[in-house]
């Protein structure tokens, strides 16, 4: 079946500091691959995507590259700051066509703590 | 505007009791879910619904009664409630691109 697997967190870094959150999926077929950020008390919001092999998503200064000979999607930040800590989930979701109706299956989450 | 919207937020009830929780999304999306997140912050589908039919039920328990009486809304129903239900409930749309999260639902069951 589909998975996400997530480095174990929590994570607790200085601000600053570079980040890398791990991710590494199994999937039928080939899956878009997105990050999510729910920051406290709040839903999830989408954070960047990739949509095939190669693709780069970008965004607020995270990065994360789609690599299918690794089957993996790390997020990455050259220094973060106080206001980054969140919860990230690593998620893939099948392509539009068969029964997926858009599901998405999410890693288990990675706790960030950053630390003025 | 709220593009994904729900009520109540915070929802805390005794055992045995039954409960609902609404959601709304104002984007014109064809497809809804329901997600379960634990104390561990782990997030799992529960339903899904595409124009008003169910699509995805992923084994969970009877007690739970999703309902949609039109596209643009989902609503939840869990009867019979017990200390397992507390969690958080997300409420979720999509189209064609990203998911839409709502804010959330912390159910706490005494």
């Known amino acids: 079946g589909n998975s996400v697997t997530q480095m174990e967190g929590p994570v607790t870094l200085s601000e600053e500091a570079f980040l890398t959150i791990n991710c590494t999926y199994t999937a039928t077929g080939y899956p878009s691959l997105f990050w999510y950020v729910q920051y406290p008390g709040e839903g999830l919001q989408l954070l960047l995507k990739?949509?095939?092999?190669?693709d780069k998503g970008s965004n607020k200064g995270f990065e994360a590259t789609y690599r299918k000979e690794t089957t993996s999607f790390h997020l990455e930040k050259g220094s973060v700051q106080v206001s980054d800590s969140a919860v990230y989930f690593c998620?893939?979701?099948?392509?539009?066509?068969?029964?997926?109706?858009?599901?998405?299956?999410f890693g288990q989450g990675t706790i960030l703590t950053v630390h003025p | 505007d709220t593009a994904v919207s729900q009520t109540p937020k915070y929802l805390v009830t005794q055992m045995g009791n039954d409960k609902s929780i609404k959601c709304e999304q104002n984007l014109g999306h064809d497809t809804m879910y329901w997600y379960k997140q634990d104390s561990k912050k782990f997030l799992k589908i529960m339903f899904s619904y595409n124009n008003k039919e169910l699509i995805i039920n992923e084994t969970v328990p009877n007690r739970f009664s999703p309902k949609s009486p039109d596209k643009a809304h989902l609503n939840l129903h869990i009867n019979s409630l017990e200390l397992g239900d507390s969690a958080v409930y997300f409420c979720?749309?999509?189209?064609?691109?990203?998911?839409?999260f709502g804010p959330g639902t912390r159910l706490t069951v005494l």
């Open positions: 998620a893939l979701r099948l392509s539009a066509g068969g029964t997926s109706y858009g599901k998405l299956t």
């Open positions: 990739a949509t095939k092999a190669d």
């Open positions: 979720a749309s999509t189209g064609w691109g990203e998911q839409f």
